[in-house]
Protein backbone atom coordinates (compact mmCIF):
# COMPACT_ATOMS: atom_id res chain seq x y z
CA UNK A 1 0.00 0.00 0.00
CA UNK A 2 1.34 3.13 -0.89
CA UNK A 3 1.41 6.57 1.15
CA UNK A 4 -1.42 8.63 -0.49
CA UNK A 5 0.98 11.76 0.56
CA UNK A 6 4.79 11.94 1.18
CA UNK A 7 6.09 9.08 2.90
CA UNK A 8 6.34 9.57 6.81
CA UNK A 9 9.05 12.21 7.90
CA UNK A 10 11.90 11.02 9.77
CA UNK A 11 10.51 12.80 12.63
CA UNK A 12 6.55 11.22 12.16
CA UNK A 13 5.49 8.09 13.54
CA UNK A 14 1.77 7.44 12.12
CA UNK A 15 0.27 4.86 14.41
CA UNK A 16 -3.41 6.63 14.62
CA UNK A 17 -2.72 8.15 11.13
CA UNK A 18 -1.09 4.72 9.47
CA UNK A 19 -4.09 3.69 7.60
CA UNK A 20 -5.98 7.28 7.03
CA UNK A 21 -3.25 8.29 4.68
CA UNK A 22 -2.76 4.76 3.11
CA UNK A 23 -3.30 4.27 -0.58
CA UNK A 24 -5.90 0.96 -1.07
CA UNK A 25 -7.27 1.17 2.36
CA UNK A 26 -10.71 2.19 2.30
CA UNK A 27 -12.66 2.33 5.82
CA UNK A 28 -14.45 -1.42 5.16
CA UNK A 29 -14.29 -3.26 7.70
CA UNK A 30 -12.53 -6.22 6.02
CA UNK A 31 -9.63 -3.40 5.60
CA UNK A 32 -9.23 -3.11 8.80
CA UNK A 33 -9.31 -6.89 10.05
CA UNK A 34 -6.98 -7.32 7.58
CA UNK A 35 -4.96 -4.90 9.68
CA UNK A 36 -5.26 -6.78 12.56
CA UNK A 37 -8.44 -4.35 13.73
CA UNK A 38 -10.95 -5.34 16.79
CA UNK A 39 -7.36 -7.73 18.37
CA UNK A 40 -7.20 -4.90 20.94
CA UNK A 41 -10.74 -4.65 21.65
CA UNK A 42 -10.52 -8.89 22.56
CA UNK A 43 -7.40 -8.08 24.48
CA UNK A 44 -9.44 -5.34 26.44
CA UNK A 45 -12.72 -7.69 26.97
CA UNK A 46 -10.15 -9.74 28.96
CA UNK A 47 -9.15 -7.53 31.44
CA UNK A 48 -11.09 -6.44 34.37
CA UNK A 49 -12.48 -2.55 33.40
CA UNK A 50 -10.07 -1.18 36.47
CA UNK A 51 -7.13 -2.06 34.77
CA UNK A 52 -8.06 -0.68 31.65
CA UNK A 53 -8.41 2.81 33.18
CA UNK A 54 -5.28 2.09 35.07
CA UNK A 55 -3.43 1.45 31.53
CA UNK A 56 -4.88 4.74 30.01
CA UNK A 57 -3.49 6.60 33.21
CA UNK A 58 -0.27 5.01 32.83
CA UNK A 59 -0.02 5.74 29.43
CA UNK A 60 -0.41 9.15 30.13
CA UNK A 61 -2.23 9.95 27.22
CA UNK A 62 -4.09 13.64 26.99
CA UNK A 63 -7.01 15.26 25.25
CA UNK A 64 -6.20 15.91 21.67
CA UNK A 65 -9.67 17.91 21.95
CA UNK A 66 -8.36 21.34 23.51
CA UNK A 67 -7.95 20.89 27.25
CA UNK A 68 -5.03 18.40 26.80
CA UNK A 69 -6.67 16.95 30.01
CA UNK A 70 -5.49 13.27 30.70
CA UNK A 71 -7.46 11.03 29.45
CA UNK A 72 -7.20 8.24 32.17
CA UNK A 73 -7.96 11.04 35.09
CA UNK A 74 -11.38 12.17 33.37
CA UNK A 75 -12.12 8.04 33.27
CA UNK A 76 -11.22 7.96 36.93
CA UNK A 77 -14.13 10.80 38.02
CA UNK A 78 -17.07 8.32 36.83
CA UNK A 79 -18.46 7.09 40.23
CA UNK A 80 -20.06 3.31 39.55
CA UNK A 81 -22.46 3.22 42.83
CA UNK A 82 -24.60 6.02 42.09
CA UNK A 83 -27.12 3.15 39.98
CA UNK A 84 -27.38 5.68 37.06
CA UNK A 85 -26.03 5.09 33.30
CA UNK A 86 -23.21 6.02 31.99
CA UNK A 87 -22.33 7.28 28.30
CA UNK A 88 -19.69 7.92 26.05
CA UNK A 89 -20.04 10.73 23.29
CA UNK A 90 -17.30 11.15 20.83
CA UNK A 91 -16.45 15.21 19.59
CA UNK A 92 -16.19 14.76 15.86
CA UNK A 93 -16.69 18.68 15.83
CA UNK A 94 -13.87 19.77 14.85
CA UNK A 95 -14.72 23.09 14.18
CA UNK A 96 -11.66 25.00 16.03
CA UNK A 97 -10.34 26.94 12.81
CA UNK A 98 -6.94 25.80 11.93
CA UNK A 99 -7.97 21.72 12.88
CA UNK A 100 -8.25 18.97 10.18
CA UNK A 101 -7.57 15.66 11.57
CA UNK A 102 -10.45 14.11 12.72
CA UNK A 103 -12.37 14.09 9.61
CA UNK A 104 -9.61 12.05 7.91
CA UNK A 105 -9.87 9.25 10.85
CA UNK A 106 -13.83 9.48 10.51
CA UNK A 107 -13.72 9.27 7.07
CA UNK A 108 -10.88 6.47 5.72
CA UNK A 109 -10.35 4.75 9.11
CA UNK A 110 -13.67 4.45 11.48
CA UNK A 111 -12.75 1.11 12.74
CA UNK A 112 -10.30 2.40 14.58
CA UNK A 113 -12.47 5.05 16.58
CA UNK A 114 -15.39 2.62 17.02
CA UNK A 115 -12.30 -0.20 18.49
CA UNK A 116 -11.60 2.57 20.96
CA UNK A 117 -14.94 3.62 21.70
CA UNK A 118 -15.37 0.11 22.37
CA UNK A 119 -12.59 -0.57 25.00
CA UNK A 120 -13.39 2.67 26.86
CA UNK A 121 -17.59 1.63 27.01
CA UNK A 122 -16.04 -1.29 28.59
CA UNK A 123 -13.92 -0.03 31.10
CA UNK A 124 -16.25 2.75 32.07
CA UNK A 125 -19.44 0.24 31.83
CA UNK A 126 -20.97 2.33 29.18
CA UNK A 127 -23.67 0.94 27.33
CA UNK A 128 -25.03 3.64 25.09
CA UNK A 129 -22.40 5.70 23.43
CA UNK A 130 -22.79 8.81 20.47
CA UNK A 131 -20.52 9.63 17.58
CA UNK A 132 -21.07 13.77 17.36
CA UNK A 133 -20.50 14.83 14.10
CA UNK A 134 -20.60 18.14 12.54
CA UNK A 135 -23.11 18.95 9.96
CA UNK A 136 -20.63 19.72 7.32
CA UNK A 137 -19.05 16.19 6.98
CA UNK A 138 -22.20 14.37 5.92
CA UNK A 139 -19.99 11.89 3.76
CA UNK A 140 -18.43 11.12 7.17
CA UNK A 141 -21.65 10.46 9.23
CA UNK A 142 -22.47 7.84 6.50
CA UNK A 143 -19.20 6.33 6.23
CA UNK A 144 -19.13 6.36 10.55
CA UNK A 145 -22.95 4.68 10.06
CA UNK A 146 -22.50 2.27 7.52
CA UNK A 147 -19.08 0.85 9.49
CA UNK A 148 -21.10 0.50 12.93
CA UNK A 149 -23.74 -1.49 11.20
CA UNK A 150 -20.61 -3.80 10.10
CA UNK A 151 -19.02 -3.66 13.22
CA UNK A 152 -22.47 -4.74 14.61
CA UNK A 153 -22.87 -7.63 12.20
CA UNK A 154 -19.49 -9.34 13.28
CA UNK A 155 -20.11 -8.47 16.70
CA UNK A 156 -18.01 -6.07 17.42
CA UNK A 157 -20.99 -3.63 18.80
CA UNK A 158 -24.37 -4.59 19.89
CA UNK A 159 -25.59 -7.57 22.04
CA UNK A 160 -23.10 -9.70 23.97
CA UNK A 161 -19.76 -8.50 22.05
CA UNK A 162 -17.83 -11.44 21.01
CA UNK A 163 -19.70 -13.34 23.53
CA UNK A 164 -18.32 -11.53 26.63
CA UNK A 165 -21.76 -10.51 27.74
CA UNK A 166 -20.76 -7.19 26.85
CA UNK A 167 -23.31 -4.73 25.28
CA UNK A 168 -22.87 -1.98 23.41
CA UNK A 169 -24.72 0.62 20.61
CA UNK A 170 -23.39 3.55 19.06
CA UNK A 171 -25.22 5.77 17.24
CA UNK A 172 -24.06 8.77 15.37
CA UNK A 173 -25.57 12.29 15.95
CA UNK A 174 -24.64 14.87 13.67
CA UNK A 175 -25.13 18.47 14.47
CA UNK A 176 -26.59 21.62 12.92
CA UNK A 177 -23.71 23.12 12.21
CA UNK A 178 -22.06 25.34 15.14
CA UNK A 179 -18.98 25.73 16.22
CA UNK A 180 -20.52 25.78 20.07
CA UNK A 181 -21.47 22.42 19.76
CA UNK A 182 -17.30 20.97 20.18
CA UNK A 183 -17.87 22.55 23.89
CA UNK A 184 -18.44 19.42 25.53
CA UNK A 185 -21.54 20.47 27.31
CA UNK A 186 -22.68 21.88 24.31
CA UNK A 187 -22.11 19.09 22.55
CA UNK A 188 -24.58 17.20 25.13
CA UNK A 189 -27.44 19.59 25.05
CA UNK A 190 -27.50 19.18 21.37
CA UNK A 191 -27.49 15.73 21.81
CA UNK A 192 -30.20 15.88 23.92
CA UNK A 193 -31.98 17.88 21.21
CA UNK A 194 -32.09 21.28 22.69
CA UNK A 195 -30.59 24.60 21.76
CA UNK A 196 -26.69 24.06 22.28
CA UNK A 197 -26.04 26.57 24.93
CA UNK A 198 -23.17 25.73 27.34
CA UNK A 199 -23.93 24.37 30.94
CA UNK A 200 -22.24 26.19 33.85
CA UNK A 201 -19.04 23.73 35.45
CA UNK A 202 -19.99 23.51 38.58
CA UNK A 203 -21.86 21.67 38.64
CA UNK A 204 -22.46 20.51 35.02
CA UNK A 205 -19.45 18.62 34.15
CA UNK A 206 -19.79 16.12 32.07
CA UNK A 207 -18.26 13.28 34.25
CA UNK A 208 -20.81 13.42 37.00
CA UNK A 209 -23.94 15.70 35.48
CA UNK A 210 -23.35 14.94 31.43
CA UNK A 211 -25.59 13.16 29.30
CA UNK A 212 -29.62 13.18 30.36
CA UNK A 213 -27.56 14.03 33.86
CA UNK A 214 -25.87 11.05 34.11
CA UNK A 215 -21.71 10.51 33.88
CA UNK A 216 -21.01 11.00 30.60
CA UNK A 217 -16.76 11.06 29.17
CA UNK A 218 -16.50 13.67 25.92
CA UNK A 219 -13.24 12.52 24.08
CA UNK A 220 -12.20 13.69 21.26
CA UNK A 221 -12.51 11.50 18.31
CA UNK A 222 -7.86 11.40 18.04
CA UNK A 223 -8.02 11.18 22.07
CA UNK A 224 -10.38 7.28 21.39
CA UNK A 225 -8.02 6.27 18.69
CA UNK A 226 -4.85 6.76 20.52
CA UNK A 227 -7.03 4.49 23.38
CA UNK A 228 -6.80 1.84 20.99
CA UNK A 229 -3.04 2.38 19.87
CA UNK A 230 -2.29 2.07 24.04
CA UNK A 231 -3.65 -1.44 24.30
CA UNK A 232 -1.86 -2.22 20.52
CA UNK A 233 1.88 -0.93 22.14
CA UNK A 234 1.42 -1.17 25.52
CA UNK A 235 1.37 2.11 27.73
CA UNK A 236 4.64 1.72 28.68
CA UNK A 237 5.71 1.93 25.11
CA UNK A 238 3.33 4.56 24.20
CA UNK A 239 4.16 6.66 26.80
CA UNK A 240 7.59 6.59 26.26
CA UNK A 241 6.73 8.19 23.04
CA UNK A 242 6.20 11.59 24.35
CA UNK A 243 7.30 13.55 27.29
CA UNK A 244 6.55 12.91 31.10
CA UNK A 245 3.18 13.21 31.57
CA UNK A 246 2.26 13.55 28.05
CA UNK A 247 2.13 10.75 26.29
CA UNK A 248 1.94 8.94 22.96
CA UNK A 249 1.84 11.20 19.40
CA UNK A 250 -0.20 13.73 18.53
CA UNK A 251 -1.72 14.83 14.84
CA UNK A 252 -0.15 18.49 14.59
CA UNK A 253 -2.38 20.18 11.47
CA UNK A 254 0.19 22.31 10.14
CA UNK A 255 -1.63 24.98 7.85
CA UNK A 256 -0.76 28.63 6.58
CA UNK A 257 2.34 29.86 4.15
CA UNK A 258 4.50 26.30 4.38
CA UNK A 259 6.09 24.56 1.66
CA UNK A 260 4.26 21.78 2.89
CA UNK A 261 1.23 22.09 4.96
CA UNK A 262 -1.12 19.07 6.50
CA UNK A 263 -1.28 16.28 9.39
CA UNK A 264 1.72 15.25 10.75
CA UNK A 265 1.71 12.58 13.46
CA UNK A 266 4.46 13.35 15.62
CA UNK A 267 5.18 11.82 19.26
CA UNK A 268 4.73 14.75 21.99
CA UNK A 269 7.09 16.76 22.14
CA UNK A 270 9.31 15.44 19.24
CA UNK A 271 9.39 18.32 17.38
CA UNK A 272 10.46 22.09 18.37
CA UNK A 273 8.42 24.56 16.42
CA UNK A 274 11.45 25.37 14.20
CA UNK A 275 11.91 22.10 13.41
CA UNK A 276 8.11 21.26 12.06
CA UNK A 277 8.15 24.42 9.82
CA UNK A 278 11.68 24.66 8.71
CA UNK A 279 11.83 20.77 8.64
CA UNK A 280 8.68 18.72 8.66
CA UNK A 281 7.13 21.30 6.56
CA UNK A 282 9.86 22.77 4.63
CA UNK A 283 10.17 25.55 5.82
CA UNK A 284 8.46 28.58 4.48
CA UNK A 285 8.00 30.24 1.01
CA UNK A 286 10.72 31.32 -1.34
CA UNK A 287 11.61 35.14 -0.54
CA UNK A 288 9.40 35.05 3.01
CA UNK A 289 9.90 35.56 6.65
CA UNK A 290 7.90 33.78 9.01
CA UNK A 291 5.78 36.84 11.20
CA UNK A 292 3.60 34.70 13.62
CA UNK A 293 2.72 31.31 14.79
CA UNK A 294 -0.75 30.54 16.01
CA UNK A 295 0.22 27.09 17.90
CA UNK A 296 -2.92 25.74 18.68
CA UNK A 297 -6.12 26.25 16.84
CA UNK A 298 -7.03 29.64 16.25
CA UNK A 299 -8.36 30.58 19.88
CA UNK A 300 -4.34 30.03 21.21
CA UNK A 301 -2.50 33.11 21.62
CA UNK A 302 -0.47 34.23 18.84
CA UNK A 303 3.60 34.27 18.83
CA UNK A 304 5.67 36.51 17.35
CA UNK A 305 8.88 35.40 15.31
CA UNK A 306 11.90 36.49 16.84
CA UNK A 307 10.40 36.45 20.43
CA UNK A 308 12.86 34.72 23.33
CA UNK A 309 10.28 33.24 26.35
CA UNK A 310 11.50 32.89 29.14
CA UNK A 311 10.17 29.35 30.60
CA UNK A 312 11.36 27.28 33.09
CA UNK A 313 12.68 23.84 32.07
CA UNK A 314 14.25 21.15 34.33
CA UNK A 315 17.92 21.55 34.78
CA UNK A 316 20.60 19.13 34.41
CA UNK A 317 19.94 17.74 38.41
CA UNK A 318 16.39 17.83 37.85
CA UNK A 319 15.25 20.77 39.27
CA UNK A 320 13.58 23.78 37.51
CA UNK A 321 15.52 26.64 36.31
CA UNK A 322 14.50 29.76 34.50
CA UNK A 323 15.99 29.75 30.73
CA UNK A 324 15.49 31.96 27.90
CA UNK A 325 14.35 30.02 25.13
CA UNK A 326 13.92 31.29 21.24
CA UNK A 327 10.45 31.30 19.96
CA UNK A 328 11.32 28.21 17.15
CA UNK A 329 12.69 25.90 19.87
CA UNK A 330 9.69 25.50 21.96
CA UNK A 331 8.81 22.46 21.60
CA UNK A 332 5.36 21.40 20.80
CA UNK A 333 4.26 19.77 23.54
CA UNK A 334 1.30 21.05 26.30
CA UNK A 335 3.40 21.80 29.00
CA UNK A 336 6.32 24.16 26.45
CA UNK A 337 3.59 25.63 25.33
CA UNK A 338 1.64 26.89 28.41
CA UNK A 339 4.88 27.82 29.87
CA UNK A 340 5.26 30.15 26.49
CA UNK A 341 1.99 31.87 27.18
CA UNK A 342 -0.37 29.97 25.00
CA UNK A 343 -1.83 26.47 24.54
CA UNK A 344 -1.19 23.34 22.12
CA UNK A 345 -5.33 23.26 22.07
CA UNK A 346 -5.79 21.21 18.97
CA UNK A 347 -2.76 21.39 17.54
CA UNK A 348 -3.75 23.39 14.78
CA UNK A 349 -0.48 25.35 13.96
CA UNK A 350 -1.29 28.16 11.61
CA UNK A 351 1.73 29.76 10.23
CA UNK A 352 2.19 33.67 8.92
CA UNK A 353 4.58 34.87 6.62
CA UNK A 354 5.41 38.99 6.19
CA UNK A 355 3.01 39.31 3.82
CA UNK A 356 0.23 39.15 6.47
CA UNK A 357 -1.40 41.64 7.46
CA UNK A 358 -2.24 41.05 11.40
CA UNK A 359 -5.06 43.56 11.68
CA UNK A 360 -6.57 41.48 8.63
CA UNK A 361 -5.73 37.76 10.13
CA UNK A 362 -7.41 39.62 13.40
CA UNK A 363 -10.71 40.49 12.05
CA UNK A 364 -10.89 37.92 9.93
CA UNK A 365 -10.89 35.71 13.87
CA UNK A 366 -12.94 38.25 14.88
CA UNK A 367 -15.74 37.75 12.06
CA UNK A 368 -15.82 34.11 13.11
CA UNK A 369 -15.79 34.31 16.65
CA UNK A 370 -18.93 36.69 15.91
CA UNK A 371 -21.10 34.92 14.02
CA UNK A 372 -20.76 31.72 16.50
CA UNK A 373 -21.32 32.90 19.81
CA UNK A 374 -24.32 31.49 21.00
CA UNK A 375 -26.06 34.29 22.92
CA UNK A 376 -26.39 33.01 25.80
CA UNK A 377 -23.48 35.16 27.78
CA UNK A 378 -23.74 39.01 27.58
CA UNK A 379 -20.55 39.55 27.72
CA UNK A 380 -19.85 37.03 24.91
CA UNK A 381 -22.84 37.81 22.86
CA UNK A 382 -22.82 41.53 22.49
CA UNK A 383 -18.58 41.58 23.26
CA UNK A 384 -17.51 39.88 20.26
CA UNK A 385 -19.74 41.92 18.01
CA UNK A 386 -18.39 45.07 18.75
CA UNK A 387 -14.74 43.75 18.32
CA UNK A 388 -15.94 42.48 14.88
CA UNK A 389 -17.56 45.46 14.10
CA UNK A 390 -14.14 47.59 15.17
CA UNK A 391 -11.56 45.77 13.24
CA UNK A 392 -13.61 45.53 10.34
CA UNK A 393 -13.85 49.30 10.46
CA UNK A 394 -10.35 49.44 11.28
CA UNK A 395 -9.54 47.05 7.63
CA UNK A 396 -11.75 49.60 6.00
CA UNK A 397 -9.37 52.46 7.13
CA UNK A 398 -11.61 54.12 9.09
CA UNK A 399 -10.32 53.03 12.67
CA UNK A 400 -9.95 55.98 15.39
CA UNK A 401 -6.98 56.04 17.82
CA UNK A 402 -8.85 54.82 20.89
CA UNK A 403 -9.93 51.40 18.89
CA UNK A 404 -7.09 49.72 19.85
CA UNK A 405 -7.56 49.91 23.80
CA UNK A 406 -11.65 50.17 23.52
CA UNK A 407 -10.56 46.11 21.80
CA UNK A 408 -8.68 44.60 24.52
CA UNK A 409 -11.21 47.04 27.24
CA UNK A 410 -13.83 45.15 25.55
CA UNK A 411 -12.29 41.51 25.16
CA UNK A 412 -10.71 41.80 28.96
CA UNK A 413 -14.48 42.35 29.81
CA UNK A 414 -15.99 38.99 27.97
CA UNK A 415 -12.30 36.15 29.10
CA UNK A 416 -13.78 34.98 32.33
CA UNK A 417 -16.95 36.14 32.84
CA UNK A 418 -18.78 33.74 30.62
CA UNK A 419 -20.48 30.46 30.81
CA UNK A 420 -17.93 28.59 28.66
CA UNK A 421 -14.73 28.90 27.06
CA UNK A 422 -16.09 30.17 24.25
CA UNK A 423 -15.09 34.01 25.83
CA UNK A 424 -11.69 32.78 25.86
CA UNK A 425 -11.23 31.41 22.87
CA UNK A 426 -12.53 34.87 21.17
CA UNK A 427 -11.06 37.35 23.62
CA UNK A 428 -6.99 35.39 23.46
CA UNK A 429 -6.83 36.03 19.84
CA UNK A 430 -7.65 40.08 20.42
CA UNK A 431 -5.35 40.14 23.63
CA UNK A 432 -2.26 38.04 22.27
CA UNK A 433 -2.70 40.03 18.64
CA UNK A 434 -2.48 43.72 20.13
CA UNK A 435 0.10 42.67 22.66
CA UNK A 436 2.30 41.04 20.44
CA UNK A 437 1.59 43.55 16.90
CA UNK A 438 0.75 46.42 18.48
CA UNK A 439 2.10 48.51 15.50
CA UNK A 440 -0.19 47.00 13.50
CA UNK A 441 -3.00 48.60 15.03
CA UNK A 442 -2.25 51.64 15.57
CA UNK A 443 -4.30 53.80 13.71
CA UNK A 444 -3.20 54.44 10.32
CA UNK A 445 -0.58 51.74 9.99
CA UNK A 446 -1.58 49.19 7.30
C1 LIG B 1 -15.74 26.81 22.13
C2 LIG B 1 -15.15 25.43 22.22
C3 LIG B 1 -15.11 24.62 21.08
C4 LIG B 1 -14.59 23.34 21.16
N1 LIG B 1 -14.55 22.57 20.03
C5 LIG B 1 -14.09 21.29 20.09
C6 LIG B 1 -14.10 20.46 18.95
O1 LIG B 1 -14.51 20.87 17.85
N2 LIG B 1 -13.63 19.19 19.08
C7 LIG B 1 -13.17 18.69 20.29
O2 LIG B 1 -12.79 17.55 20.37
N3 LIG B 1 -13.13 19.47 21.39
C8 LIG B 1 -13.58 20.74 21.33
N4 LIG B 1 -13.60 21.52 22.46
C9 LIG B 1 -13.13 20.92 23.73
C10 LIG B 1 -14.25 20.10 24.40
O3 LIG B 1 -15.03 20.96 25.22
C11 LIG B 1 -13.70 18.98 25.29
O4 LIG B 1 -12.72 19.50 26.15
C12 LIG B 1 -13.08 17.83 24.48
O5 LIG B 1 -13.96 17.35 23.50
C13 LIG B 1 -12.74 16.70 25.43
O6 LIG B 1 -12.11 15.68 24.73
P1 LIG B 1 -10.59 15.28 24.99
O7 LIG B 1 -10.41 15.22 26.48
O8 LIG B 1 -10.46 13.95 24.34
O9 LIG B 1 -9.75 16.35 24.38
C14 LIG B 1 -14.09 22.83 22.40
C15 LIG B 1 -14.11 23.65 23.53
C16 LIG B 1 -14.63 24.94 23.44
C17 LIG B 1 -14.64 25.79 24.68
Known amino acids: MKSLLLPPHPKERRIVFKNAWTQGYTPDIECYLKDGGYEELRKALAMKPAEIIDEVKKSNLRGRGGAAFPCGVKWGFIRHDD ?18 KDRYILNNDPHQLIEGMAIAAFALNVHLAYIYIRCEFTKSAGIVTKAIEEAKAKGFLGKNILGTGFDLEIYVHQGAGAYICGEETSLIESIEGKRPYPRIKPPYFP ?26 LGSEEYSKMGTPGDGGTRVMCVSGD ?5 PYEIPVGGVTLGELINDVCGGMKPGRKLKAIIPGGSSSK ?22 DVPLL ?33 LNNLNTFYAHESCGQCTPCREGV ?11 NGEGIAQDPITLKNVADNIAGRTVCAFGEAASWPVQSFLEKFPEEFAVGAK
Open 207 to 232: AVLGLYMSPTIVNNVETLCHVKQIFK
Open 385 to 395: LWIDKMTTRMV
Open 83 to 100: GKPHYITCNGDESEPGTF
Open 302 to 323: VMRAGEVYKMKVKGPDGEMIEK
Open 258 to 262: VMRPG
Open 329 to 361: DITMDAASLAAAGTMIGSAGVIVMDDSRSMLWA
